[in-house]
């Protein structure tokens, strides 16, 4: 294998909880002592209806869903090489320039419980079509090695976004991570630094999977776009107690969640133990989903990182207005920033996640924290498909 250089190209490729579609990033990462990332070109392809129904339909048991999982993998991996396509030529590159592709697939399962998480994938096809190495199924080592598999990025989060002062690092996408990055140390500080001042993380809550299913079940559309639709209601006191007994909130980390726990039925069981006959406003139930997830990331940093001193968020949510204003009020003196406004644009932020962990398989780095998964030692996480 090449040593690797300073002009060695990575590309990240997501598709999230939240099922709108894939993004894709091409990365550099520097030599030390530069800044960890130079992004070069992103490009976003929403899934096309259909593609979305399947892998929708497919996070719960359904008919023959060996042979649909199947073929929505196969259509997941022809759009991935797409978009891959399309993010070289906005680059001006050749596939012979990428040192590897991270692909991470779509999360139809998440059952760390029961030892298993399923990422819909056909790396072998991305391979293929795109003549680029392909390093997917990153989730999976550190299960086996006793983690939760969740979250991944914090790892990266810590290689890009500490400062010089304790800061919160807030994923929202489907699903809500927190990151806890504690102060920026000099060597002399790190080699005496205690366990204390490790890097935390773990899924707080539902991002927008809630919003989002109850915009689309009402109002059509895949998103609350902007949150204009929750800023036209009220948040109800009884719903939002309910939805805030869920035990998996009061949970320790670490701990992972997504649509297995968080999903239509379990939104309907609460709304039927709150109003059993209908009368709350469609609106005042938006508004309430949206200031649920907002609570459950500010009751997530005051009782795991209070010393933060700014919350920095990236991932879809960063652009819905309404949340981000809750978000501001549950978070009170500590300012919320989106992640463009220290260097990152929210929407580029996990595909560089996995271009980083693509990197770090080649370099045989472990990608995982175990602090943050619960995973018995650290690991190199990820399985190469050769071009």
């Not at 199947?70 to 090489?81: D, F, K, N």
Request: charged letters at 20%; one cysteine or more.
């Amino acid at each position: 294998m090449r040593n690797e250089t300073q002009d060695d190209l990575y590309i990240g490729v997501m598709s999230g909880t939240s099922l709108d579609g894939i993004d894709a990033v091409l990365a550099q990462f520097p030599a030390a002592g530069q800044p960890p990332v130079r992004l070069i070109a992103h490009v976003h392809h929403a899934f096309a209806d259909e593609l979305r129904a399947a892998l929708f339909a497919l996070q719960s048991p359904v008919e023959n869903e060996l042979h649909r999982a199947a073929v929505a993998a196969q259509h997941l991996a022809r759009g991935t090489a797409q978009a891959i396509a399309e993010l070289l030529a906005r680059a001006g590159c050749t596939p012979t320039q990428v040192r590897a592709a991270g692909v991470h697939g779509q999360t139809i399962r998440h059952r760390p419980d029961a030892g298993y998480t399923i990422q819909l994938n056909a790396p072998a096809v991305v391979a293929e079509l795109t003549e680029i190495d392909v390093i997917a199924d990153f989730r999976a080592r550190d299960i086996a090695a006793g983690g939760e598999g969740a979250p991944l990025v914090p790892a990266f989060h810590d290689a890009v976004f500490r400062a010089d002062h304790p800061r919160a690092i807030v994923n929202i996408g489907g699903i809500a991570n927190i990151t806890g990055l504690p102060a920026r140390r000099s060597v002399a500080e790190s080699a005496t630094a205690s366990t204390a001042d490790s890097v935390l993380g773990f899924d707080c809550g539902p991002g927008n999977v809630l919003i989002d299913l109850w915009h689309a079940r009402h109002r059509g559309g895949p998103c609350d776009r902007d949150g204009a639709w929750a800023a036209q209601g009220r948040s109800d006191p009884a719903l939002l107690a309910a939805l805030l007994d869920e035990p998996f909130l009061s949970a320790p980390p670490p701990k992972s969640t997504g649509r297995d726990l968080f999903h239509a039925d379990w939104l309907d069981r609460n709304l039927a133990r709150v109003d059993p006959h209908g009368h709350l406003a469609l609106v005042d139930v938006q508004a309430t989903l949206t200031r649920f997830t907002a609570a459950t990331i500010g009751s997530a940093i005051r009782q795991h990182h209070p010393s933060a001193q700014d919350v920095v968020v990236c991932g879809g949510g960063a652009y819905n207005a309404t949340l981000m204003r809750m978000l501001r009020e549950e978070c009170a003196a500590i300012p919320v920033l989106d992640s463009g406004s220290v260097g990152i644009a929210p929407e580029h932020v996990e595909g560089l996640a996995f271009a980083w962990l693509a990197r770090a398989y080649l370099a045989g780095t472990p990608g995982n924290l175990p602090a943050v998964t619960g995973a018995r030692h650290p690991r190199v996480l990820g399985a190469r498909y050769p071009r």
